[in-house]
T-cell receptor
């Protein structure tokens, strides 16, 4: 079946411009995550959506970053007034969602990422 | 203390070698543990879950020590195709940052 897809695969932009990154999760997955990975670094959590609950935005690095998830499916990560330090790979992942609140965590399936370069 | 700590490596080993990676975590309430694999310029993919009793999948063995908050991954008979970065992943039950915390990864390079 189809996995997580992301678009665009690569994005080059000029400092100060806004960018939008899109994520299509696996059908039926209620949980969606955005991460950022800078060159040679680990995954940095950005934001997490679970069903209709308020998103966990605790990882967003500044108010220039925002994300929404429409209809419980597709998500868009927006970066306003991009800076050079925003250059990274932005990864989206989805999972079935928390299983009954027992703390059991399902596998996260990642998309191929969007490589963002801010000049 | 970082939430999930791993030796970054790199581990450079010859084909056929046995190699072990270790990982420690700080949240004693964590209940789920995983090893993910990330190839160069690719997305992370699940390698295996880690169960309390320890589990094996072919050449790969994962073990969990809750008392020491320690997870390990053993790879036997290393193949060239095992070259990748191995990410230790721990659930963040009761915390923020979504529900999984990723370590920075341990890089493995298997040489002919």
């Amino acid at each position: 079946g189809a996995g997580v897809s992301q678009s665009p695969s690569n994005k080059v932009t000029e400092k100060g411009k806004d960018v939008e990154l899109r994520c299509d999760p696996i059908s039926g997955h209620t949980a969606l995550y955005w991460y950022r990975q800078s060159l040679g670094q680990g995954l940095e959590f950005l934001i997490y959506f679970q069903g209709n609950s308020a998103p966990d935005k605790s990882g967003l690095p500044s108010d220039r970053f925002s994300a929404e998830r429409t209809g419980g499916s597709v998500s868009t990560l927006t970066i306003q007034r991009t800076q050079q330090e925003d250059s990274a790979v932005y990864l989206c992942a989805s999972s079935l969602g928390l299983a009954g609140g027992r703390g059991y965590q399902e596998t996260q399936y990642f998309g191929p990422g969007t490589r963002l370069l801010v000049l | 203390r970082k939430e999930v700590e791993q030796d970054p490596g790199p581990f450079n080993v010859p084909e056929g070698a046995t190699v072990a990676f270790n990982c420690t975590y700080s949240n004693s309430a964590s209940q789920s543990f995983f090893w993910y694999r990330q190839d160069c310029r690719k997305e992370p993919k699940l390698l295996m879950s880690v169960y309390s009793s320890g589990n094996e999948d072919g050449r790969f063995t994962a073990q969990l020590n809750r008392a020491s908050q320690y997870i390990s991954l053993l790879i036997r008979d290393s193949k060239l195709s095992d070259s990748a970065t191995y990410l230790c992943v721990v659930s963040n039950y009761g915390g923020s940052q979504g529900n999984l915390i990723f370590g920075k990864g341990t890089k493995l390079s298997v040489k002919p």
